[in-house]
């Protein structure tokens, strides 16, 4: 028997054999599977396994290659869908992506899941498979059908499911993935994003077959991630940039289709009800709200469904817009959104950083950096100092955990250029993360005059701060952070002006 391939085991599409979990539902599924008469319908996000599941339950009871699948978004399926109701002993049916159909075809469907159920039928079992709120979809059609079907919610795999199948993966390959966390993470509950990001680890480290000898990847997560963000950028970056401009771009607007994405890439689920997202962005309420409300939305969703039919779903009655593929979830999840509103072309248009400011000092350094992190934070600014995060980066790989924060994800980075700064491993690898944000005038440096002339050569064409530890110690700091303030002030209303000038803080 040769060896599992990497293609067999972290697959990209179809059902997986090797890596095949079952979900938190599968037990209630194979039940209602089994049942006489009562019709079945699978609803929750996309990516989770839904499909799978039910391939896997139909095959333990010996029926899977006999039903007939139906998908909504085919032409020829959704003509024989339509008349399904007047059909006789079909046996296994499963219709696909239902929420996609016609109303009337929906309707057509509640009334024969009814009729079904009232009949006992053993020649007919019908499977519907939807994203979110597919069963409601249907009962609203037939308020009496409540309790002749069986709804099953895949909700998002716990994360010691998704454990398993990279385990699995694992054993299968013959291999250790050092960032399985990192991958456990930003799946996010989705089966479908783990395959993914374990099959571009495997390829990161030239492994496309089980290994003879037990092999450790260790590969860094920001390599795999920014290799899928190329390969998704491919595919999603321009859907995503005409989605955020609407079906005309303003850019000196309030952009209400840039803000739309933007709350699905923050929600937890894949699923967001837009009138909650606007009660709770009041700053929107004039702009968003106007193009839900008015129907804007699903205008330019409809006169575009070529661009949008395979990653969006939005139900207009109840203003719900929903993630179709995984991938896009994960796509939208790791965009740097300042760089994308710039893309598209808004003018003035900020998301907050994760961090207003990010410190990056040697140790011998650290009281400066603590009393600056005190005096910024006391100024309401959101700042990165390790004594700080030190929870969050308990059991994290602190170079995937630091690494982000000093590349993109603090709008600027300061850099206490002490004597000690050149010789520290910390303060190497963090130098590494932000130098090329020198051109994104995001780096600040604070030259102490205790260092070595032309030890920091690089940053003597950056604007940056003179300080001098002889000096106040707190007076130079307080005007630091005043000038900081000053700063942030002045990016919000002119981003686009140039970097720090150069100024000396002294008593």
Request: with cysteine; net charge negative; proline share 5%.
């Amino acid at each position: 028997m040769p060896p599992p391939l990497l293609e067999e085991v972290f697959k990209l599409s179809g059902v997986p054999g090797y890596t095949f979990v079952k979900p938190l539902e599968y037990d209630k599924l194979l039940v209602a599977l089994r049942t006489p008469g009562r019709g079945v319908v699978i609803e929750g996000p996309s990516g989770i396994g839904k499909t799978t599941a039910v391939t896997r339950a139909l095959g333990e009871q010996g029926v899977e290659e006999k039903a007939l699948r139906l998908s909504a978004r085919k032409k020829e399926d959704r003509e024989l869908i339509a008349v399904l109701a007047e059909m006789k002993d079909t046996g296994v049916v499963i219709v696909d992506d239902f929420h996609t159909l016609d109303e009337t075809v929906q309707k057509q469907l509640a009334d024969h899941l009814k009729t079904l159920a009232d009949e006992e039928r053993t020649d007919t079992k019908l499977i519907v498979v939807g994203i979110n709120k597919a069963g409601d979809s249907l009962v609203s059609f037939a308020p009496d059908l409540n309790n002749r079907i069986d709804t099953i919610r895949f909700e998002t795999n716990p994360d010691d499911r998704v454990h398993e199948l990279i385990e699995k993966g694992e054993e299968a390959l013959n291999v250790t993935i050092d960032i399985k966390e990192r991958i456990v993470q930003a799946a996010s509950g989705s089966f479908y994003i783990a395959q993914m990001l374990c099959h571009e680890t495997c390829l990161a480290s030239k492994i496309t077959e089980r290994q003879q000898e037990k092999r450790t990847i260790d590969v860094s997560s920001e390599l795999v991630f920014s290799r899928v963000m190329d390969n998704l950028s491919r595919r999603f970056m321009n859907p995503a940039m005409k989605f955020a401009s609407g079906p005309r771009l303003r850019r000196e607007g309030r952009a209400p289709y840039l803000h739309i994405l933007k709350w699905l890439a923050e929600a937890n689920e894949w699923s967001i009800s837009l009138d909650r997202e606007v009660a709770m962005h009041p700053e929107q309420r004039g702009s968003a709200g106007q193009v839900i409300e008015k129907g804007y939305l699903e205008a330019f969703l409809k006169d575009n469904a070529g661009d949008f039919a395979s990653i969006l779903h939005y139900q207009a009655a109840t203003h719900i817009l929903t993630v179709e593929d995984p991938q896009f979830v994960f796509f939208l999840r790791n965009l740097s959104w300042n760089k994308f509103a710039e893309r598209v072309g808004y003018l003035n248009i900020r998301f907050d950083s994760k961090y207003d400011f990010a410190l990056s000092f040697a140790g011998p350094d650290r009281a400066c950096a603590r009393r600056l992190f005190e005096l910024l934070v006391d100024r309401e600014f959101s700042v990165f100092y390790d004594a700080n995060e030190q929870s969050r980066i308990l059991a994290e790989n602190v170079e995937d955990y630091l690494g982000p924060i000093y590349k993109s994800e603090a709008s600027y980075v300061i850099a206490f250029l002490g004597p000690e700064y050149p010789k520290r491993i910390w303060t190497k690898f963090e130098s590494e993360q932000f130098k090329s944000r020198f051109g994104e005038r995001a780096v600040i440096p604070v030259w102490f005059t205790t260092a070595k002339p032309g030890m920091f050569d690089e940053t003597n064409r950056i604007g940056g701060i003179e300080f001098n530890p002889a000096g106040d110690f707190e007076a130079q700091l307080t005007g630091l952070a005043d000038l900081l303030t000053k700063k942030m002030s002045e990016r919000i209303l002119t981003p686009d002006r140039g970097g720090l000038p150069v100024a000396e803080v002294t008593t």
